[in-house]
């Protein structure tokens, strides 16, 4: 099994909702990614999950909140969100942390998230 | 600040060759990487450099300058089904990727 597989696919959700995405790999990869990516802009890094422990969150709001069950496992669990917040969201996955080799991500094909 | 730029969009015909460049500013480098993404679908990797120099991988071919802070991603035989965006991104010296924007490539019959 080679892929990262997301759901839902296309989400929406009023600014009072609380809904969450999903993300999982079967690669035995240790390393798990969130990116928000907005149309014809890059992919903006959210979270990094390092086994099992979050190591990088980048300033992102508390409304998104992410968990990590397991090594297989990545959520996002979204509150109380913005209209501009409505983006594809991306996951990934690499063998390991930042610190070594090529370290590949590899990405789902994301959740497109529409917030009214 | 650290600077990815690549073209917003180029255009091709199918059976000739493309090359879409990318130019960095970053906080150091430890790797550049480019990527593919078909519309609606996962980024896919293409290539990863170093070493300055050239890296071959069947009609795809990446080249890197780390004193110039450049790379290009060379397309050959252009088939329909390239067309996507390609995205650049550069490891800085934190290690972090640094993304540009991507360059959609349309082809042509």
């Known amino acids: 099994d080679t892929e990262v597989t997301q759901t839902p696919k296309h989400l929406v959700m009023g600014m009072t909702n609380k809904k969450s995405l999903k993300c999982e790999q079967h690669?035995?990869?240790?390393?798990m990614y969130w990116y928000k990516q907005k149309a014809k802009k890059p992919p903006e890094l959210m979270f990094v999950y390092s086994y099992e422990k979050l190591s990088i969150n980048e300033s992102v709001p508390s409304r998104f909140s992410p968990e990590c069950p397991n090594s297989s496992l990545l959520n996002l669990h979204l509150h109380a969100l913005q209209p501009e917040d409505s983006a594809l969201y991306l996951c990934?996955?690499?063998?390991?942390?930042?610190?070594?080799?090529?370290?590949?991500?590899?990405f789902g094909a994301g959740s497109r998230l529409t917030v009214l | 600040g650290q600077n990815i730029d690549q073209p917003t969009e180029m255009t091709a015909t199918e059976g000739a060759i493309v090359q879409i460049n990318c130019t960095y500013q970053?906080?150091?480098?430890?790797?550049l990487f480019w990527y593919q993404q078909h519309a609606g679908e996962a980024p896919t990797f293409l290539s990863y450099?170093?070493l300055d120099g050239l890296e071959e991988k069947g009609r795809f071919s990446s080249f890197l300058s780390r004193s110039k802070g450049y790379s290009y991603l060379l397309l050959k035989e252009l088939q329909m089904k390239d067309s996507a965006s390609y995205l650049c991104?550069?490891?800085?010296?934190?290690?972090?990727?640094?993304w540009g924007a991507g360059t959609k490539l349309i082809i042509k019959p």
């Open positions: 450099n170093v």
């Open positions: 991104a550069v490891r800085d010296s934190n290690y972090q990727l640094i």
């Open positions: 690669m035995g990869h240790r390393a």
């Open positions: 990934a996955s690499s063998q390991q942390g930042s610190y070594s080799g090529a370290n590949v991500l590899t």
């Open positions: 970053t906080s150091g480098f430890n790797g």
